[in-house]
């Protein structure tokens, strides 16, 4: 039996594996944020159209109606610090704006002052939908009264 082995394949093999692992899991970590991202100004852009093609006539009603709405959504984020939604009613326009923010993963470990969160943000303006209007228009346009 030979008494010398080398043990460099070894070492190269466990410094490998711990790179690779630690590679997956930043991976694993920017796919949340991206899945949660895109979950966001999917929530937004809903509350947003919602918030147009409610028939409620009354904004106090229609605004509690749009928070319900807002807050039975927010449970499905992974990793997010979300803000509440701001919606606004203006005129015959609806307002809403998020904000949410994913904090930076091992954060003891960071050797930059800089930012210790991730943060993104979506805006959305559309306008309110009157059924009856919308018909008389599209009557008119075809030249009907």
């Given amino acids: 039996m030979k008494k010398k082995i080398d043990a460099y394949l070894t070492i190269e093999a466990s410094l490998l594996i711990s790179i690779i692992i630690g590679v997956i899991l930043l991976v694993i970590y920017l796919l949340f944020f991206q899945y949660d991202r895109c979950l966001m100004e999917h929530t937004t852009g809903v509350l947003g159209v919602r ?3 409610l ?4 904004k106090e009603r229609l605004l509690i109606e749009l928070m319900e709405y807002s807050e039975q959504k927010d449970k ?3 990793a997010w610090d979300m803000d509440d939604a701001i919606v606004q009613l203006k ?3 609806v307002f809403v704006k998020r904000d949410g923010k994913l904090r930076f993963p091992f954060r003891s470990m960071m050797f930059w002052n800089g930012e210790r969160e991730w943060k993104s ?3 959305f303006r559309n306008y309110r939908i009157k059924p009856v209007e919308f018909i008389r228009s599209y009557r008119k346009v075809l030249g009907g009264v």
């Avoid at 028939?55 to 009354?58: A, E, G, S, Y």
């Fill in 51 to 53: 918030g147009c093609t």
């Fill in 91 to 93: 005129g015959n326009s």
């Fill in 55 to 58: 028939q409620i006539t009354d």
């Fill in 121 to 123: 943000s979506i805006e």
């Fill in 76 to 78: 499905r984020y992974l």
